[in-house]
């Protein structure tokens, strides 16, 4: 098993920044893609970024130019840099993972329990 423990979230008035952190542990023989997904009430989760484990980056257009996402394979973390933040950015952020457990075993994704943000107008 693995486990994602987020952090980072809360309350910021529109044009502040904030940034969210991400930290795996558990069974791990190597992460693959790793980023964060968000929900906000009565839409469907969607991506926010992602980072390969070579560091290849992809945003959607929406936040491409304020959101930027970093990842320490050796620490097993992912960040994620909000900048410019818009009262539509808010919502419940969620980290993912790809991870696998052993050097036969396919990779199985993960999710952690979600941080928070709002943006105030």
């Known amino acids: 098993q693995v486990q994602l423990v987020e952090s980072g979230g809360g309350l910021v008035q529109a044009g502040g920044s904030l940034r969210l952190s991400c930290a795996a542990s558990?069974?791990?023989?190597?992460?693959?893609?790793m980023g964060w997904y968000r929900q906000a009430p009565g839409k469907q989760r969607e991506l926010v970024a992602v980072?390969?484990?070579?560091?290849?980056?992809n945003y959607p257009d929406s936040v491409k130019g304020r959101f930027t996402i970093s990842r320490d394979n050796a620490k097993k973390t992912v960040t994620l840099q909000m900048n410019s933040l818009k009262p539509e950015d808010t919502a419940a952020y969620y980290c993912?993972?790809?991870?696998?457990?052993?050097?036969?075993?396919?990779?199985?994704?993960?999710w952690g329990q979600g941080t928070q943000v709002t943006v105030s107008s």
């Open positions: 558990g069974s791990i023989f190597r992460l693959n893609a």
């Open positions: 980072i390969t484990s070579g560091g290849s980056t």
């Open positions: 993912h993972a790809e991870a696998i457990h052993s050097w036969n075993s396919g990779p199985d994704d993960y």
